[in-house]
């Protein structure tokens, strides 16, 4: 069983001003494959604050997937992807090009999501748009591709051309 984190960047959730739905919609997916959700923050969208979260959750808590909803448009506050590209080691620019890909089938609009994937030591993390609907989307547009990153990241595989 994976351990995952959900972050929500939201000025407005933060303080109390919105309900987070988005990350009811990871939480039901990712339970639905058998993983677990252990942590859970709604931040405001400050750049220091989600970088500190995301190395905190990576290196001392040791999450294996760590999703962020919200952050990823084009507002002056959406600093979401810059956040994680700070935090990063690798960047994996399948996983936002498969999100992107799929949602363009749905809406044109999709080409406006700046998130992005990348590895931080043994963490992967996955940048999703703010709203639920956009959420389930991207997620269960990657979802089923992520157990075998996750075991090739974790040392629990490591053949990727067997699987195919």
């Known amino acids: 069983m994976y351990k995952v984190g959900i972050i929500t960047a939201s000025d407005k959730g933060a303080i109390g001003e919105r309900e987070d739905k988005s990350s009811g919609v990871i939480r039901e997916i990712v339970e639905k494959q ?14 220091e604050e989600l ?4 190395r905190d959750w990576c290196d001392n808590i040791k ?4 999703l962020t909803t919200g952050g ?8 979401t992807p810059e956040a ?5 080691e690798k960047l ?3 996983i936002g090009e498969a999100m992107r890909y799929y949602s363009l089938k749905i809406t ?16 992967l993390i996955i940048n ?32 990727c051309g067997l699987n195919a």
């Open 108 to 123: 044109n609009r999709a080409i406006l999501s700046r998130g992005i994937a990348a590895i931080r030591k043994s963490t």
């Open 128 to 159: 999703l748009p703010g709203s639920p609907k956009s959420v389930k989307e991207n997620l269960e547009a990657v979802i089923d591709g992520l157990d075998h990153g996750l075991a090739i990241l974790k040392g629990e595989d490591s053949e």
């Open 84 to 88: 994680t590209m700070a935090v990063a």
């Open 34 to 47: 058998g993983w677990s959700v252990t942590e859970y923050i709604v931040l405001p969208d400050e750049k």
């Open 72 to 79: 990823t448009g084009f507002s002056k506050r959406d600093i």
């Open 63 to 66: 999450v294996d997937l760590l």
């Open 51 to 54: 970088e500190k979260t995301m």
């Open 92 to 94: 994996v620019p399948g």
